[in-house]
């Protein structure tokens, strides 16, 4: 069946990187594109950008330009999100979904990114 | 983008119906017919309960549906049961390939 399964749990110092996976299975990787989202603990999603894995151009939300990088390999069907200079304003849980048109219709499970000292 | 403004709770008693509204601008919601909406409950990812507005996806209960009139989108759940207390989240186009999400509103089913 179509899924996305994403890597686990980070804990990560102010001031790090962290890198998520997300590996695609059950359907053609290249033919969907895959955005990612994120949730503060106790708030709302907020989209953070998109992925084309077929040809690799993204597009970031504004707000995570020059911190947010999103690449793909396609030998493994796995999406990559990285997010650079980390802030405690950054943990959140991190979802990957592939999109059908203009609808998410596959999530992955979530990963959870802890920023703390 | 600023996010999509929804009421942050709603209630209603078993049986009842509930509306939740989804306020947007003529750059999201009223420029695209590509609203879409999400249940989520504690703990768990998002699914998906309307697409493209109006339309259910196959498993979704024909008790949600969903609308749209100039910059606000809303969603509909007839015959309110227990399990449909959950979070939800509306969705919206803004251009581009990018998106916005509503802020979220807790139904609480009485």
């Known amino acids: ?117 | 983008q600023s996010a999509l403004t929804q009421p942050a709770s709603v209630s209603g008693s078993p049986g009842q119906s509930i509306t939740i509204s989804c306020t947007g601008t003529s750059s999201d919601v009223g420029s695209y017919n590509l609203v879409s909406w999400y249940q989520q409950n504690p703990g768990k990812a998002p699914k998906l309960m309307i697409y493209e507005v109006s339309k259910r996806p196959s498993g979704v209960s024909n008790r949600f549906s969903g609308s749209k009139s100039g910059n606000t989108a809303s969603l509909t759940i007839a015959g309110l049961q227990a399990e449909d207390e959950a979070d939800y989240y509306c969705c919206s186009s803004a251009g581009s390939s990018t998106f916005v999400f509503g802020g979220g509103t807790k139904l609480t089913v009485l």
């Open chain 1, 1 to 117: 069946q179509v899924q996305v399964v994403q890597s686990g749990a980070e804990v990560k110092k102010p001031g790090a990187s962290v890198r998520v996976s997300c590996q695609a299975s059950g359907y053609t990787f290249t033919s969907y594109y895959i955005h990612w989202v994120r949730q503060a603990p106790g708030q709302g999603l907020q989209w953070m950008g998109i992925i084309n894995p077929s040809g690799g151009n993204t597009n970031y939300a504004q707000d995570l330009q020059g911190r947010v990088t999103m690449t793909r390999d396609t030998s493994t069907s796995t999406v990559y999100m990285e997010l650079s200079s980390l802030t405690s304003e950054d943990t959140a849980v991190y979802y990957c979904a592939r999109v059908v048109n203009s609808w998410f219709d596959t999530w992955g499970q979530g990963t959870l990114v802890t920023v703390s000292s």
